[in-house]
Structures are given as structure tokens and as C-alpha cells.
């Protein structure tokens, strides 16, 4: 089972409906869907549960955490497209691409039932110039257009806080009782996973991070007179 989850293995195709059958996953495909995105990309080992793919657009709720950029959700385009841009050895028409898929993750944002998103980041990244001085403008007066929303909470961590300088993450709940899922990002490969016991710690830092957040309000004041200050 283990070796058919991290694609070191392929699954038959009966073998893939049966699993799906067995874990009550029929109606998801989840093991078929497996079988279908290793037949497509067989150059490597893949994720059965692809993050942008089957874990995000399902989310209830999304809890993120970021020392050191606007999370990806809540980037425009103008930051996106610099951040891309400066990637090592990447050429104008990846970055293009690179850039319309981020800007595809904000469609879960306007679906009929949008999942809660919880974003905190460090308060560092709100005086991090990201491109010009009105690209930073523009993205951080998204971020208030984006707290608009009753389903959206942006929260400033305080900088003094330690907890969270190991990297970005993010973590999913999920519908019917599912089991959450984690995403953690490293310059290599990120991290997708529902081991109980890696979500567990994310958990634990996540809420160990929370505690430094300004509240909601002081958050909104802090971004809005930085806003002010990117002329």
C-alpha cells in the first residue's frame, strides 16, 4: 500500500477500482486517479494526493503560514510573476505558465461554498520589496480586499517569533471527515501528507506560531500604513 501511495509502484487498473471500492473512495477515484496521473507522467515518483489538484479546490479550511512572502494564494499578479522571474534557470514562457497556474488557485476562493482561509505570515514580508514599489502596493491592497471577505482572516505575526523560521506550510481539512493534510515547502520537493503523526506536528507549530498573530484589526492597520509607505 505504502509503495502504491508514493508511486513507486503502479496499480492495475482493476486493482486501482477495487482499492477504490475497499476505502469507500469510489466516488473521488482516488487509486483509478492514481493509475491515470502515473500512465501520464511516468518520468518519476508522484503523489497520489496532488495538492493543487485534489487537496486545495477540496479544502474547508486552509491554514497557512509564511515567514518570508504573501502566501501563493493571496499573490497577485505582479508579485507572482517577480518571484517566478527570479527563479534559477527558468525561461519567460515557464514563467508565464508558472504565473496563470497561481493565479488559478484564487478560483477556490470564488466557488459557491469557499473554504475558510486562515493566512498568517511574518511581519518582515509586509517591507520585503517584490518587484516595484506599486506592484508591493498593489499586493498588499489585495490583501485587504481580501480580508473582506467573511471567509478570509489575515493575521501579522509578531517578527520576534521563532517558531515558525523552519519554512512554509500549509494544512487542509478536509470534507467528510477525511483525515488533514499537510504541505510543507522545501527548495527541493515539497511535502504532501496525511501521516497523523506529521500532521500532528504541523499542528502543534501552526497554533505555537498563532499565538504570536496581532490580532485581525491591528493586523488590517499594520498592512494598510505599510501600504502607504511603498510610494
Not at 492514481?34 to 479550511?61: C, F, H, K, Q
Not at 503523526?197 to 492597520?221: F, G, H, M, Q, T
Amino acid at each position: 500500500m505504502s509503495r502504491l501511495e508514493k508511486g513507486l509502484r503502479t496499480p492495475q487498473p482493476d486493482q486501482a477500482e477495487i482499492l477504490d471500492q475497499v476505502f469507500g473512495l469510489s466516488d473521488k477515484e482516488y487509486f483509478v486517479g492514481l493509475y491515470r496521473r502515473i500512465l501520464s507522467n511516468p518520468g518519476g515518483p508522484i503523489w497520489w494526493m496532488d495538492w493543487l489538484e485534489e487537496i486545495e479546490p477540496r479544502a474547508t479550511v486552509l491554514r497557512s503560514w509564511d515567514p518570508l512572502l504573501v502566501p501563493g494564494l493571496l499573490q497577485t499578479e505582479g508579485y507572482a510573476r517577480y518571484l517566478l522571474s527570479r527563479e534559477p534557470r527558468i525561461g519567460p514562457e515557464e514563467v508565464e505558465e508558472r504565473t496563470r497556474a497561481r493565479l488559478r488557485r484564487r478560483s477556490v476562493l470564488e466557488r459557491g461554498d469557499p473554504p475558510l482561509v486562515l493566512a498568517l505570515f511574518d511581519e518582515g514580508v509586509l517591507r520585503r520589496r517584490i518587484g516595484t514599489d506599486q506592484e508591493m502596493r498593489e499586493q498588499l491592497a489585495f490583501l485587504l480586499e481580501a480580508a473582506e471577505r467573511p471567509n478570509v482572516t489575515v493575521q501579522v505575526v509578531n517578527p520576534e517569533c521563532v517558531s515558525g523560521l523552519l519554512g512554509t506550510f500549509m494544512i487542509a481539512e478536509l470534507p467528510d471527515r477525511e483525515p488533514d493534510v499537510v504541505y510543507a515547502d522545501s527548495p527541493a520537493q515539497g511535502l504532501v501528507s496525511a501521516d497523523p503523526n506529521v500532521v500532528y506536528d504541523v499542528w502543534i507549530r501552526y497554533e505555537s506560531i498563532r499565538a504570536w498573530a496581532y490580532p485581525e484589526n491591528v493586523s488590517l492597520k499594520m498592512i494598510k500604513d505599510v501600504m502607504d509607505q511603498w510610494t
